[in-house]
């Protein structure tokens, strides 16, 4: 292919240029030549090398690899593309090597057609379903498989999150990596309250679905020396189980060996109502999770009692709630702790994104000494 040779100071200059004048391939990318030159492919139209315009920059010719189609959309034939150009799939999610679409049902038909070309366009991906909503008792979403590159149709995949990988499964367990800055952030509190209380602590988590939040938690060397963990989907469970043994398996202490969780170390498949009723889950934890954002508030009361009595601990959790009702929904944080014998340290409650033009996906942390 032809290529006009430039200094690489005038690059972007002539790059200008050539797109300006509609000379420019987009075929190929810029490639850099020794000499501090780089060539910036042609394409047909482009005058010759001997014209005045090129100010006795020089042609040359470089054989490169084409580039190929940048969007799952180009594998689909133009006509029936532009007969639909509105109905097609905007976006898509990928969990490990599934990739989840939701399909409109003007093209519901073409839906084989379009996992196709998302397999060829897409090749770490194994399996493409479509999102037909969510459904059950647990709200899992219905996933309805389109195509699979090598036969399997099983959903259940591994994830890569802060250095972990993750077992989710989209169709049987939620799961969602935008909070994946919160779990950072939810380790920085935790590594706060061990350098306050100047030991390991044990963290509890109701609500912990496949048990993201542990993978951060557990790869930090001495941080926790025990868990209350669980979920009332048991197929959230089970891979909660397999993720806890990867993460304990990786962890590794000052000396370089292996840590086994100390006791408490429960996983548990139950009501995070009922975790207190347990007489030796109570006073266990210093960092209490609650994660169930359109019931963590109405749910603290229930998950006080797991808090240790007469220390500095920490309640995070995650609440979706009416704009309109911030002040309202601080308050009865204070007061259900209030009431549950329990004195307010330290308090924020902020919004971490907007959920709709009327609520706010918001991050509540309080640090609370318990009375005995």
Not at 95 to 113: N, P, R, S, T, Y
Not at 182 to 190: K, N
Not at 196 to 209: F, K, N
Request: hydrophobic share 35%; aromatic share 6%.
């Amino acid at each position: 292919m032809r290529h006009l040779s430039v200094p690489s100071a005038q690059t972007q200059q002539w790059l200008e240029i050539c797109r300006t004048h509609n000379w420019h391939s987009k075929e190929a990318g810029i490639s850099r030549l020794e000499g501090g030159l780089n060539a910036i492919p042609l394409n047909d139209s482009a005058p010759n090398e001997s014209d005045s315009v090129w100010g006795g920059n020089k042609h040359i010719v470089l054989e490169v690899q084409l580039k190929g189609p940048t969007h799952w959309l180009e594998h689909i034939e133009q006509e029936l593309k532009e007969a639909y150009i509105d109905d097609w799939p905007r976006s898509y999610e990928v969990q490990g090597d599934v990739l989840i679409v939701k399909i409109e049902e003007a093209v519901w038909d073409f839906g084989e057609m379009i996992a196709d070309a998302m397999l060829t366009q897409l090749p770490s991906i194994r399996l493409v379903c479509a999102d037909q909503g969510v459904h059950g008792e647990f709200r899992v979403r219905k996933l309805h498989p389109l195509a699979t590159r090598d036969g399997s149709l099983d959903t259940k995949t591994r994830v890569k999150e802060h250095g972990n990988l993750l077992w989710v499964d989209p169709s049987k367990a939620y799961f969602s990596s935008r909070l994946s800055n919160q779990r950072i952030e939810t380790l920085a509190t935790a590594k706060r309250l061990h350098k306050r209380l100047g030991r390991s602590i044990v963290v509890a988590d109701p609500y912990a679905g496949i048990g993201p939040s542990m993978g951060v938690l557990l790869s930090e060397p001495a941080l926790i020396c025990g868990y209350l963990l669980g979920d009332l989907n048991p197929d959230a469970v089970e891979l909660l189980a397999l993720n806890i043994d990867y993460f304990s398996s990786r962890r590794k202490g000052t000396e370089g060996v292996p840590l086994q969780p100390l006791q408490p170390a429960k996983i548990h498949c139950k009501d995070a109502f009922e975790w207190a009723e347990d007489s030796s889950n109570c006073g266990q934890c210093d960092l209490v999770l609650v994660n169930l954002p359109h019931q963590s508030i109405s749910h603290l009361a229930a998950l006080l009692p797991l808090l240790r009595r007469d220390q500095t601990s920490v309640i995070r959790g995650w609440a979706i709630i009416e704009r309109s009702q911030h002040e309202e929904c601080e308050r009865t944080i204070v007061e259900t702790i209030s009431s549950k014998g329990g004195t307010i340290e330290e308090l924020s409650f902020t919004e971490v994104k907007g959920f709709s033009t009327t609520k706010s996906f918001m991050c509540f942390e309080a640090w609370i000494n318990m009375s005995t």
